[in-house]
Nanobody
């Protein structure tokens, strides 16, 4: 069993920045890939939207956030981060940390609201 504890999130104006953190209860290099998924208002969890990093360090971004979001990790802390810059209203949603061990394990979700 893998526990994921998320922190960060909140409300910002368009153009603002937020950083999400996900602390993992095991060595993240032993996990196939770590990802962030999101659930936007009126839709379910967007399985086709994700930002991820593999155990080998390959980063993957949805086209909608390339150049604005950055995923990183601190292997000493077994923590991954999602730096979100130049946020847009359409980025509003609940962001979930995911560990694809497998099976998938999920964090509790963080609300991100981008509004003027």
């Amino acid at each position: 069993q893998v526990q994921l504890v998320e922190s960060g999130g909140g409300s910002v104006q368009p153009g603002g920045s937020l950083r999400l953190s996900c602390a993992v209860s095991r060595n993240i290099l032993s996990i196939n890939d770590m990802n962030w998924y999101r659930q936007t208002p009126g839709r379910g969890r967007e399985r086709d939207w994700f930002v991820g990093i593999t155990a080998r360090g390959t980063r993957m971004y949805d086209d909608s956030v390339k150049g604005r979001f950055t995923i990183s990790r601190d292997t000493a802390k077994d923590t991954i981060y999602l730096q979100m810059d130049n946020l847009k209203p359409e980025d509003t949603g609940v962001y979930y940390c995911n560990a694809n061990v497998p099976p998938s394990h999920w964090g509790q979700g963080l609300q991100v609201t981008v509004s003027s």
